[in-house]
């Protein structure tokens, strides 16, 4: 057995650049999968990943291909990954499981913030990377300017770089020639214990959790008992297999090769992206050997780069209809077998009644698993403006402590000696040059503390901010927590008709409070629909109100016409009304609306 002929590589791409289309199309002219079997996008299976044209979940597929230049057939392992920068520890590890990648940038566009971030982490982890310009078909292509701009940027020889249309098939032989030519093979067996990379893992309701790797050492077969290094858990091993990209069983899967396992694990948590897998046996021969010695040593050594996706946003998810509250706990538990990024602890609100505070990567995170629960699981949600996690610290020292708050109206009152600390993120934008104006006075209006701008050719820049609020819509940016520095904050409270409306609390600088307040209200007051009665709401800080208005009662006339009518009438027509209406939930008499929720999220 030799690794010689094997080649392992994904494809960095930034959103719509083709990057589908392109593994749909090497699987098809390697015959992996045949043209009628063909399912458009075969590699991005989930409904919701279609739709949006992003790929959530990573997927792998295998490809038998011969070589042209010298006749031998080659194994082709493609490793998908995630395109959007929530899912970057997951692209991190897929790229950690290949020796290199395709670089695909749409040629009438040009390269992408969050593509350069993908490549600097393929270069991290040494991966050969190869360029690709797809939709070279297009007129607006730009093949040679684009080739400027990577040789500019990346530092890449541009050379002979691939032009390519994963439409028409322009480049393809091209482009697999390249991977088996410049992408090196696995470096072979070291003799030393088995040691496998998790890229990926899901959870199957037949056969429990899936788990996709890639061997670094050693071998794995039907029957070993695994253990993972991480989450210590031990499961026996019912199958092996490879990704065609369907799952195939084989006997036993080698040193720099990929593929997946399946048996006792129930779930994902026991097998998280980036743990490493390694044979129970092997691992206690080697801890009894350390005992002899006294070592403090592990037994056997991680592979590196493990950590713990943590969630960056927050937000409460209620269901508007109480009675559908044991069906959303039941739907968050199935989600979270799948998304061990996913988390949620049960959360009372005197106004919104029973819910979860649910914990995500990032904003597209938490509208994929809202969508996931509102259409798989047929729930009506509420959802609470996303907020980010802030420190509170108290005294200094020894006597140092520090509350987390993950929900604003948890933020306890400011007291003298207390610290509110906020997240910062380091935010870079790739932007056509002319835009840098319009780029950079965004950048100030979100109180953003510039640090960079370069211009990578004459016609493209990159802009580099510090900013803190991260939760302003969806960034098309790459951004990376950078530390927690203390603010200037406040907890900014609403009250609907004299009643504390807790959800619809937000943190803010002290300086912009007025503006918020008075925009909260002011939206607040169009958002919320009439009320037989009048309803007043204000905007506040501890006991003094800083905004305020007022939702006048419906007009009598409308109401008229149903008190002259039949009762069932009136309640009919109501009903009616009901149904046709958007989601609403109850906060003490006044019924408000799901944008409600987010209003508090449009700041200055
Ligand atoms: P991804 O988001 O990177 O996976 O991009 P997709 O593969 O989903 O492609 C985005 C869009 O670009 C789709 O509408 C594709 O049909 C289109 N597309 C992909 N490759 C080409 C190409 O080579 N030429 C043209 N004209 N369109 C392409
Ligand atoms: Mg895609």
Partial sequence: YSTTRVRNFSIIAHIDHGKSTLADRLLETTDTVAKRDMEAQLLDSMDLERERGITIKLQAARVLYRSQEDGEVYILNLIDTPGHVDFSYEVSRSLAACEGALLVVDASQGIEAQTLANVYLALENNLEIIPVLNKIDLPAADPERVADEIEETIGLDCSNIVHASAKTGIGINEIMESIVKYVPPPPPATGGPFRALIFDSLFDPYRGVIVFFRVVDGAV?????????????????????????????????????????????????????GDTITLSSEYKAAAAKLKESKSEEEPIKPLPGYSEATPMVFAGIFPVDADQYESLRLALSKLRLNDAALSYEPETSGAMGFGFRCGFLGLLHMDVVRERLEREYDLDLIVTAPAVVYRVEQGEGEKKKVIVVDAPSKMPDKLRDMKIMEPYVRVEVLTPSEYNGKVMELGTERRGIFKDLKYMTPQRSSIVYEVSDITQGYASMEYQLIEYREGDLVRLDVKINYEDAPPLSTIVHVDAAQTVGRRLVASLKELIPRQMFKVPIQACIGVNVIASASISPMRKDVLAKCYGGDLSRKKKLLQKQAKGKKRMKAMGKVSVPQEAFMAGLQRI
């Fill in 221 to 273: 077969k039907k029957g070993d008992k695994i253990r993972f290094l991480n989450s210590k858990a031990e499961h026996d091993v019912t199958e092996v297999g490879i990704m065609q990209p369907q799952q195939v069983p084989v006997e036993a899967l080698r040193a720099g090769e990929v593929g997946y396992l399946c048996g006792s694990i129930k779930d994902v948590l026991d097998a998280r992206v």
